[in-house]
């Protein structure tokens, strides 16, 4: 009975394929006939013309050249607390990741050359070259990523800022603010990027589903780069999203980064009220929930619209805390969990003007230094800041946008930091993300 | 046992040609998703990723189109870099090789189609031009025409099992649409040569097919809104050269249009533009039955 059914599927499904490569030839031909008596009912109108002339000329050695885009931006800021005194109190970052609100003055901003092309039918790839105002250039991004998968996945390898959150993987001259979220800068090191892999999946529903993993070298922080044949990084993230009728789009996602940096040193605040020198080796997770909506009257986002993001990042790192590496140091366990979120809103209130505001707040949470907590105390103190802005944008590849906010980050001292900033960019059309 | 194997095997074979699923087409426009439904019929699906109301070029890549991309057999878009911020994220992220450019599952319209407006200079501070030429093609039935003659194939390439539904469909269409331009072109005989002023350069086809003459637009710079002084301008423009209509599509604003009709003593027409621009714009043929209508009623 089993091998009689088997047979009848294995019949069934050979069938109809044998039926299906048979038809094309038959259909072809009455095709071709129905072609030719459509040819010639149709004389009177113009037939089918040429294909439209592009504007590139045709076979020239530049035809293949990526699409390139050059963002160009500067800044002029001004703090009433010295920013070389700046610090998130009770998140201390390592002295090489950079935070805070940049220089007082005038200054460039970042200048960013990008050039991305599909490279074969398999694969595309893309270069984001950052030019640094102090005369130094650093990678940004450069990956190479699947286009010939099927089934909803993309495989990407190379440096890439990471797909967890919601702003992580925008680069700075699409933020709506001049400067990131204190949560980011506080946990992330302002932006997680690393050399590693990425696989990308895309549920085949009429809900946006996508679920993602990354491997990575674990260089940057929270991480610490580390001479090791293995990952030192590992995020996973999903993240869902749809419309709501025409106006509206949502996305929310959640995702977690973890690593086991090796001797983090990052300078710290001893109990004592000195500076001093600290190391963390052990684990970190960040979690992170972001939720994003978009609204413009049907849909029609040229005149009007609005946005609405937020984004709460968890950390918990877990490991050995040495106290005052450069003196005599005492490693003891530490234990530490912290929390931070923001929640900004965009608004445009009419063609190419744009006014946002962001309120942020940082939560110490507990930390338990153990044997070291008579060298490090908590701080008791809770960072948050306030910022609005406005933005006027000519066309859609220049922006000239004025922020005020109002930063206590630091405790004991409000900072009133004004920016003037300018944001162009040039070349290739630059995407549409959402 | 016999009976049973052979109920089987005509179970089987019916519900293998049923689970032949309709073929899932992405369409950027309302007027693609309209032409593909006509050839298409029942055997396809098909998702449009904008409304008569929303500008094809400001759209960002929003989580519902990759999601459905990741879906489709075949992709309908204008082309001429109309989609140029948004289409090459949703295909790169889709995960779906059948719609990358240059496969079968890719089909841009504007490919088909003699372009007007080329640029012979790419400079941005001529505003928001096109290297591809004007995208708005649609706006001329003889465009469709050709389009609908190049998607029928498209069709039966990707979808060879239904070649034969498409072409006769195809036939059907072409008949019926020849007819209708004829119709159209007879009705719109008296608008030849009318001088007319339009919000943004979106006309340049249905102006070339029915010998409309543009003489001013309200945009200073094609992508770029209205300014009082370029208004003035124009109104200056209306005194000494006067026009007979402003023209604009549903997602353009109607406070530019609305001052200078006032001053001008012109009247406005909106034009519905593609498929759902307007309450009687519910299929390609109502979309020009509408459009011809509405220029028609402006002239008398």
């Known amino acids: 009975m089993m091998r009689y059914t088997l047979y009848a599927v294995a019949l069934a499904t050979a069938l109809p394929i044998s039926a299906l490569g048979a038809e094309p030839t038959d259909a072809e031909q009455r095709l071709r006939d129905v072609e030719q008596r459509l040819d010639r009912l149709e004389a009177p109108p113009a037939p089918t013309a040429p294909a439209g002339t592009t504007g590139a000329p045709a076979g020239s050695a530049t035809s293949f050249n990526p699409a390139i885009s050059l963002i160009l931006s500067g800044l002029y800021t001004n703090l009433s607390q010295d920013p070389a005194d700046y610090r998130i109190t009770g998140f201390p970052v390592p002295a090489d990741v950079e935070i805070g609100p940049g220089k007082r003055g005038f200054s460039l901003a970042e200048s960013e050359l990008a050039a991305s092309a599909n490279i074969d039918p398999y694969f595309y790839g893309m270069l984001a070259y950052a030019i640094h105002p102090d005369d130094t250039a650093s990678v940004e991004e450069a990956f190479v990523q699947t286009i010939a998968l099927s089934n909803g996945f993309t495989l990407r390898g190379g440096r890439f800022f990471s797909n967890i959150g919601y702003l992580n993987s925008q680069h700075a001259h699409t933020w709506d603010f001049v400067d990131a979220p204190l949560a980011y800068q506080a946990f992330l090191g302002t932006q997680f990027g690393d050399d590693g892999a990425q696989i990308r999946w895309l549920a085949p529903t009429d809900l946006f589903l996508e679920l993602g993993a990354e491997l990575g070298r674990g260089r940057a922080f929270p991480g610490s780069d580390r001479d090791k044949n293995g990952a030192g990084a590992a995020t996973v993230f999903g993240h869902v999203g749809g419309d709501v009728g025409a106006s509206h789009s949502w996305r929310a996602g959640l995702s977690l980064l973890g690593t086991s940096p090796r001797d983090r040193t990052f300078p710290d605040t001893s109990a004592a009220g000195t500076t001093v020198s600290n190391a963390f080796s052990g684990d970190t997770r960040v979690w992170i929930a972001d939720f994003v909506w978009k609204y413009a009257p049907t849909g029609n986002a040229t005149y009007t619209n609005f946005k609405l993001q937020a984004e709460y990042l968890r950390r918990r790192e877990d490991g050995d805390l040495t106290f005052n590496t450069a003196g005599a140091p005492s490693t003891a366990p530490y234990d530490a969990r912290q929390s931070g979120w923001y929640v900004q809103g965009v608004y445009q209130f009419i063609p190419y003007w744009r006014v946002g505001w962001r309120t942020e707040q940082l939560d110490r949470g507990t930390v338990d230094y153990a044997a070291n907590s008579a060298n490090l105390a908590s701080s008791g103190f809770d960072p948050s800041k306030n910022s609005v802005m406005v933005d006027y944008s000519p066309s859609e590849f220049s922006r000239i946008r004025l922020q005020y906010a109002r930063d206590q980050s630091r405790q004991g001292a409000t900072d009133n930091q004004w920016y003037l900033q300018y944001q162009m960019s040039l070349g290739a059309h630059g995407a549409h993300q959402f | ?300």
Request: some cysteine.
């Open chain 2, 1 to 300: 046992m016999k009976n049973f194997i052979a109920a089987w095997l005509a179970f089987a074979t019916l519900a293998f040609a049923h689970s032949a699923a309709a073929l899932e087409v992405f369409t950027c426009e309302p007027e693609w998703s309209a032409l593909v439904q006509e050839l298409g019929g029942d055997r396809v699906s098909v998702y449009v990723a904008t409304t008569a109301f929303q500008d094809p070029h400001r759209i960002q890549a929003k989580p519902s189109l990759l999601a459905r991309a990741r879906r489709a057999n075949l992709v309908v878009c204008t082309g001429a870099e109309l989609e140029i911020g948004w289409l090459p994220l949703v295909l790169r992220q889709s995960g779906n090789s059948a719609i990358q450019p240059n496969r079968p599952g890719y089909f841009e319209a504007a490919n088909y189609v003699q372009r007007l407006e080329i640029p012979t200079t790419f400079d941005r501070a001529a505003g928001d031009i096109h290297p591809g030429g004007n995208p708005h093609i649609q706006t001329d039935p003889r465009n469709i025409a050709r389009v609908a003659t190049a998607l029928a194939e498209r069709l039966a390439e990707i979808d060879p099992s239904s070649a034969a539904l498409y072409q006769t469909r195809y036939r059907d269409f072409a008949q019926r649409w020849d007819a209708a331009i004829k119709r159209w072109e007879q009705q719109a005989a008296p608008l030849k040569g009318a001088p007319v002023v339009v919000h943004h350069k979106a006309f340049s086809y249905l102006e070339n097919w029915l010998g409309l003459r543009e003489v001013a637009q309200l945009e200073p710079k094609p992508g770029v809104e209205p300014t009082s002084t370029h208004l003035v301008e124009v109104l200056d423009q209306m005194k000494r050269q006067p026009a007979k209509m402003i023209l604009r599509g549903p997602y353009n604003d109607a406070r530019a249009s609305e001052w200078l009709a006032e001053r001008a003593k012109i009247p406005i027409v909106v034009v519905p533009f593609t498929v759902g621009g307007s309450d009687k714009a519910k299929d390609l043929f109502g979309l020009f039955d509408d459009t011809v209508q509405r220029l028609l009623a402006a002239l008398s």
